[in-house]
């Protein structure tokens, strides 16, 4: 568009209400980790996000609208975030934000959120704070950190552990593990012993390991990051000489973990997962995962991706439902509308007072 047709554009969408209008496209924001040491979540993230509304437009969008994502970098850095955020939520022609990667970002988002009345969906995190108390304005699709930290506390139980380690992320997303795994650890009657920290996008990993190896060891070590720093730190703890379990919060990245764990012959980490496998055709929904990304030329299929497009597929689920004149508030009454959706073989669910989505949890033990 030229200067003067956004301007037009933006005018239009700020008299639709009144006038019936609309533009001739949707447009949809979001801020991701493209670039730094996260980028493989904020891309692979939307490469599958990506697939499913090139689908869409090929069938003709919305009643002939296409969908256009405006994607942002934020390489995960809260104050990137921010500044991505406000810049998408003050344009009047974004419908809505979609697809933020990590706690810490989509925690940045909110008080646009609140502010501007546009809707948060589908952001890449199982945070509570996006979840307690209830926003009618954020739309979460994935199982929470809470259900993920009882699943693998119940494995630990199972597998004889009975104390426990943790490293996390020195910021919100870190405390939201640390805070989850401890209750549900005390839940399944294993003690937590001792916990270290380790900054966000850093590999420097030397004094956890000091600490939660050498000074006082544990069973097994929970580890809240990005994946990273959690292969620095899994690696560091076997040189230590750390032999027992790891467990991970599904935002590490299953494929990430997977390919470079595969070369430490004791590498023994059990990842909660949120979304069935990427590789199982048998599932009506991974088949289709799979053919739209062949169709977008990615043949790299992932948990991560298969995540974006199932986000993807609950985005245009509520755009399908929202009533002309659409905007920002049928978008939200649109996803409130969507009730039981199975997206074949996997179900979830949002309504109104009810934004929680899925609370599958599945687990991965690798290598």
Not at 69 to 92: F, H, I, V
Not at 150 to 166: C, D, F, I
Not at 231 to 245: K, T
Request: glycine share 8%; proline share 4%.
């Amino acid at each position: 568009m030229t200067a003067l047709a956004r301007w037009i554009a933006c005018l239009l969408l700020g008299l639709a209400p009144q006038l019936g209008l609309a533009l001739d496209e949707i447009r949809i924001g979001a801020s991701a980790a493209l670039s730094g040491p996260a980028a493989g979540l904020g891309q692979r993230f939307h490469a599958g996000a990506k697939a499913y509304f090139r689908q869409f437009n090929a069938q003709g969008g919305l009643a002939g609208r296409p969908l256009r994502l405006q994607l942002l970098d934020d390489a995960y850095e809260a104050d990137r975030a921010e500044a991505n955020t406000r810049k998408l939520a003050e344009d009047p022609t974004v419908l809505a934000l979609f697809g933020y990667v990590g706690t810490p970002t989509s925690r940045m988002a909110l008080p646009y959120v609140r502010r501007h009345g546009i809707p948060l969906v589908a952001a890449y995190t199982g945070a509570s704070v996006l979840r307690e108390p209830h926003n009618p304005l954020v739309f979460n699709v994935r199982a929470s950190y809470v259900e993920e930290a009882r699943q693998l506390a119940t494995a630990m139980k199972l597998e004889g552990v009975r104390s426990l380690n943790v490293v996390y992320q020195a910021d919100l997303f870190g405390r939201a593990g640390l805070e989850a795994i401890r209750q549900a650890a005390q839940a399944q009657g294993i003690q937590v012993l001792a916990s270290d920290t380790i900054r966000r996008n850093s590999a420097e990993v030397a004094q956890a390991t000091q600490t939660l190896v050498r000074q006082q060891p544990a069973d097994a070590i929970f580890v809240v990051s990005s994946y990273a720093s959690t292969i620095a730190f899994v690696q560091s703890a076997r040189d230590a000489g750390f032999e027992g379990r790891f467990y991970a919060l599904s935002f590490a990245g299953l494929e990430h973990l997977q390919k470079a764990l595969a070369k430490l012959p004791r590498g023994r980490l059990t990842i909660a997962q949120v979304v069935p496998n990427a590789l199982d055709r048998s599932l009506p929904l991974v088949a289709d995962y799979q053919q739209a990304m062949s169709e977008a030329g990615d043949r790299q299929f992932d948990s991560i991706s298969l995540e974006g497009y199932m986000a993807a597929r609950v985005l245009v689920e509520g755009l399908r439902r929202a009533k002309p004149p659409l905007s920002r508030d049928s978008l939200v009454a649109g996803l409130d509308a969507i009730g039981d959706l199975d997206l074949g073989g996997f179900k979830l669910r949002l309504r109104a007072g009810q934004h929680e989505g899925s609370s599958w949890v599945g687990l991965r033990t690798l290598p």
